[in-house]
Each structure stands twice: as C-alpha cells, then as structure tokens.
C-alpha cells in the first residue's frame, strides 16, 4: 500500500506496478478478520471513522474527489452484515457494487467483489475462473493495464503458512488503521512539496 501510494505521488509507475499486489492482500487479511472478530458493528464503526480521519489527506494526496479504501472496507461490512441477514443475496450483492460506484468509493465495484472472493479463498478451478474473470474485467473497466498484476496476488497467498498459535497482539491489530492517515498524510505533504 505505501509503495503504491509513493508511486502515485511520485508518478512511478513500477511502483504501482508493485501496489497491485497490495489491495486483494489487504482484502485477504480483512476477510480474515471478518471471520475473527465477533462484534461486526464495532468493526464497521472502526472503519469509518478511520475513512472520515483519512479522507480530507487522501484527496490532497491523490488529487482525485473519490471516497478513500476504508470507506471500501465499510461497505464491504455493510454488504456483508445484509447478506448474512438478506434471502436476497445476489441483489444485496448487485445493490452494494452499485452504491460503491454511485459513491465514488476507492475500487468501487471491484473492492465488494474482491472481498466476497478472498472471503471465499480455496484455489479451487472455480475460484480461480472467478478471481481471474473478476481481475481482467476491472482491468477493462479502470482502463489501466498495470491493474492486471493484482491478478497475481493469490499466488502469495498459496505459499503462505499462517501459525495458528500465535494471536496478533493489540499493536498489530490495529496498527493498519493508525497507520493509514498517518501515512496518507505524511504522502499528501510530500505532494504539496514536489
């Protein structure tokens, strides 16, 4: 994520390159955490606070008026909590994708799905068609060809080995959610300077 935020500021396009990899990882590792954390509310309320901190920053740092990915992750959770509750999942589905668009909302569309995918990681055939259609048909959509490398990113996740007896501590836990408008305001700072 900072790589590719420093490649967005410095107009470096190796680095985006690189920051493709990071939002379906970071998709990843919230999946994890949606199935971890027992109190959703809690969670979601997290998440937009920090989106409301981190947007005035995010704008000055990427010169474009679009909601920042913690408002992404936010909808995500709302998505999620009405499918669980919905027998209409498919048009909660289809309505969060289209209010992520509407709202301008970082990866609109792409970020719900994303989600649901990694909520879902099995390398299985299926999985994979879908992770892949998914990629190739944002890529098209964002009209930006270096997006096609986030196509990449299960395949880090197929080497990983978590340890399962080891629980992150408070630190870790919450380190993504200080360290984003930290770091998003540090970046709009340099902007202003370049």
Not at 92 to 112: F, N, R, S, T
Not at 185 to 193: D, F, H, N, Y
Request: a positive charge.
């Amino acid at each position: 994520m900072l790589v590719d935020h420093i490649g967005l500021v410095l107009n470096l396009e190796i680095l985006r390159i690189v920051g493709r990899l990071t939002f379906p990882l970071f998709v990843w590792v919230f999946a994890q955490n949606w199935r971890r954390d027992h109190d959703k509310n809690k969670l979601s309320k997290r998440l937009l606070l920090f989106g409301i901190l981190s947007e005035i920053p995010y704008i000055l740092m990427s010169d474009r008026l679009s909601l920042n990915v913690m408002f992404s992750f936010f909808l995500v959770t709302q998505t999620f909590m009405y499918l669980k509750k919905s027998e209409h999942k498919l048009l909660i589905l289809i309505l969060g994708m289209i209010g992520a668009e509407i709202l301008k909302i970082d990866y609109g569309w792409y970020g719900i799905a994303c989600s649901l995918l990694m909520l879902e990681f099995k390398p299985t055939q299926a999985w994979i068609l879908g992770w892949s259609l998914t990629n190739i048909v944002y890529t098209v959509y964002c009209g930006w060809l270096p997006q096609m490398f986030a196509m990449f990113a299960p395949l880090i996740l197929i080497f990983y080995k978590p340890s399962h007896d080891r629980k992150p501590s408070a630190i870790e836990k919450r380190f993504f959610y200080y360290f984003y408008p930290i770091h998003i305001a540090g970046l709009a700072a340099l902007r202003a300077i370049v």
